[in-house]
């Protein structure tokens, strides 16, 4: 199994909703990562977990909390957005942390959220 | 922090053509990824690599890290080659994640 796993797909949600987008990989990788990419613009990290421990959150409000209950498993929880939230929010995976490590990197598909 | 720039942003080419897409960062660096993207889609790792050249089918990566440059070619050009193809290196300053280049968006005509 060589894939990351991203729930839901879609996502339509108030400003007064609680919600959560979950990622999971069971290839064994210790590094996680949340990135947000608006239309037409690259990806940005918003967070990097190192062995289920959140080591990078790229100043991002605290309406986004991620949590990694365990090493194949990935959440962003979300609370309070604004409209201006609304993007694609992808997950990745590496086998190891560090930007030293030539490893590779494992992005799932997506969660297309949209905050009305 | 790295700075990734890619040329060109915009390519339409015909079927069978050559194609190029480069990239250049600011920080040296240990490995260099490409990516693809289609439309409202999830990201493709086509490539890492970290010296030389690497292959896979139509599509050929290099890297001269010396120079902090990369190429991604595709010969014989498909339209279900049609797709964003970005470049993504370390973020750099010993921070851990990617910083990635805005992307070329690549269309090829039949």
């Known amino acids: 199994d060589t894939e990351v796993t991203q729930t839901p797909k879609h996502l339509v949600m108030g400003m007064t909703n609680k919600k959560s987008l979950k990622c999971e990989q069971h290839?064994?990788?210790?590094?996680m990562y949340w990135y947000k990419q608006k239309a037409k613009k690259p990806p940005e990290l918003m967070f990097v977990?190192?062995?289920?421990?959140?080591?990078i959150n790229e100043s991002v409000p605290s309406r986004f909390s991620p949590e990694c209950p365990n090493s194949s498993l990935l959440n962003l929880h979300l609370h309070a957005l604004q409209p201006e939230d609304s993007a694609l929010y992808l997950c990745?995976?590496?086998?190891?942390?560090?930007?030293?490590?030539?490893?590779?990197?494992?992005f799932g598909q997506g969660t297309r959220l949209t905050v009305v | 922090k790295n700075e990734v720039e890619q040329s060109p942003q915009n390519l339409t080419a015909q079927e069978g053509e050559f194609i190029t897409i480069n990239c250049s960062y600011s920080v040296g660096i240990s490995a260099l990824h490409w990516l693809q993207q289609h439309p409202g889609g999830g990201i493709v790792s086509l490539f890492m690599l970290s010296s030389g050249k690497k292959k896979h089918g139509r599509l050929i990566a290099t890297i001269n890290i010396q120079e902090k440059h990369s190429s991604l070619h595709i010969t014989a050009s498909h339209p279900r080659d049609s797709a964003v193809y970005i470049c993504a290196a370390p973020s750099g300053g010993g921070a851990d994640g990617l910083t990635f280049g805005k992307g070329t968006h690549l269309i090829i005509q039949p």
């Open positions: 977990y190192s062995y289920e421990k959140l080591s």
């Open positions: 290839m064994g990788h210790r590094a």
């Open positions: 990745a995976s590496s086998p190891y942390p560090g930007p030293q490590r030539n490893t590779e990197a494992f």
